[in-house]
């Protein structure tokens, strides 16, 4: 092990989070997150940075305090380098430059979306190789087979909006706050999954399409309304069980389809969507009926987090991947 601490930083969109990991071990991952987004329904970029330039010493120092270590312990540093959000990314980055400049330490830029797929290796079980990933966040979907820690190639991708997408602007539509996963998932789950449904888009291979379940929903909704005003009000929660197990279903799905191509001997979800109980629930399943192991991070480390980022920033470091100082953050994938 080239470095043994390593201290991370995330500002991709709207979490300012720094982490400290020592020698395989996270002792602290501290994220600020920002309500100011609530109120406009969405994340609004000029704000977030602004959030994050107020939040990001107070966050590194909180991570210091609970680490029990000053900032001249650390060995190096990782930091999200895109894609994401470019002011936000700028905060971080910088915040990261300005440290690896006066501390003399090295620094390496990480990849936000392999970042989420090491959020794997931060707890046991260690996965057998190859896992067959499927990332799920607000601004990604995507189907990975990764065949080693530091190996991956992307086998589908969603040809628009993400499935954390689809779940904001479901929730937009039925009047629910930002961010409306989880709180479709909260009236899900006294609701009647099965009560509606709605169709899944054909699209071919392991590719995917979620905004067709989105405007499904608006006509839908739109109908209902149009017969009973108080359609919503009654039928809230069996609304939101039908959308969550229709999201569900369609990247199983497309899942199994990629395990019977791809042979792999895990399967595993990651990304801020992965939070999910019933998708939780449903990757257990389907591991179990295809007998291979299931690897689901810890709520922590599903949504944006700087102990994923340590966890990417230590396979760049072991590779000596460092990052110089003039390079720049990248705000698309
Ligand atoms: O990975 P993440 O924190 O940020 C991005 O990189 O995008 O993912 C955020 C997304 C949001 O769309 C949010 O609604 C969704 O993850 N999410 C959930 C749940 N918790 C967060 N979606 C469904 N169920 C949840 N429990
Ligand atoms: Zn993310």
Avoid at 57 to 75: G, R, S, Y
Avoid at 315 to 331: G, H, I, N, V
Wanted: with cysteine.
């Amino acid at each position: 092990m080239l470095y043994s601490t390593i201290l991370g930083i995330e500002s991709s969109c709207d979490d300012t989070a720094v982490a400290i990991w020592h020698r395989g071990k996270i002792l602290a991952n501290i994220t600020a997150s920002q309500a100011i987004h609530r109120e406009y329904g969405g994340v609004v970029p000029e704000l977030a940075s602004r959030a994050h330039q107020s939040n990001i010493i107070p966050t590194l120092q909180h991570a210091l305090k609970k680490a029990q270590m000053e900032v001249a312990d650390i060995d190096a540093i990782a930091v999200t380098q895109g894609p994401g959000l470019m002011g936000s990314l700028l905060v971080g980055l910088n915040t990261a430059k300005g440290l690896s400049l006066a501390l003399k330490k090295p620094l390496v830029g990480v990849n936000h979306l392999q970042a989420h797929v090491a959020a794997l290796y931060l707890e046991e079980p260690q996965p057998a190789f190859p896992i067959l990933v499927l990332l799920v966040s607000g601004g990604h979907t995507q189907l990975i087979l990764v065949s080693d820690y530091s190996e991956m190639k992307i086998v589908g991708t969603t040809l628009d909006d993400a499935a954390g997408e689809a779940f904001d602007k479901a929730a937009k539509l039925m009047g629910l706050p930002y961010p409306g996963g989880p709180q479709i998932e909260k009236c899900a789950s006294l609701g009647d999954p099965n009560a509606f449904t709605f169709p899944k888009a054909k699209v071919p291979g392991f590719d995917m399409s979620f905004s067709g379940i989105k405007t499904a929903l608006l006509y839908f909704l739109r109908n209902e309304t149009e017969k009973n005003p108080n359609f919503l009000e009654h039928h809230l929660s069996d609304v939101c069980a039908s959308f969550q197990q229709s999201i569900a279903d369609y990247v199983a799905d497309k899942t199994r389809k990629a395990i019977e191509a791809y042979k792999p001997r895990s399967i595993a979800i990651v990304g801020g969507v992965s939070a999910n109980t019933s998708l939780r629930i449903r990757w257990q399943e389907l591991a179990r009926e295809y007998s291979l192991q299931c690897l689901i991070p810890s709520f922590e480390y599903c949504t944006d987090n700087a102990a994923m980022i340590c966890m990417a920033g230590h396979f760049l470091l072991e590779k000596e991947q460092l990052l110089p100082l003039d390079a720049l953050p990248f705000s698309k994938s």
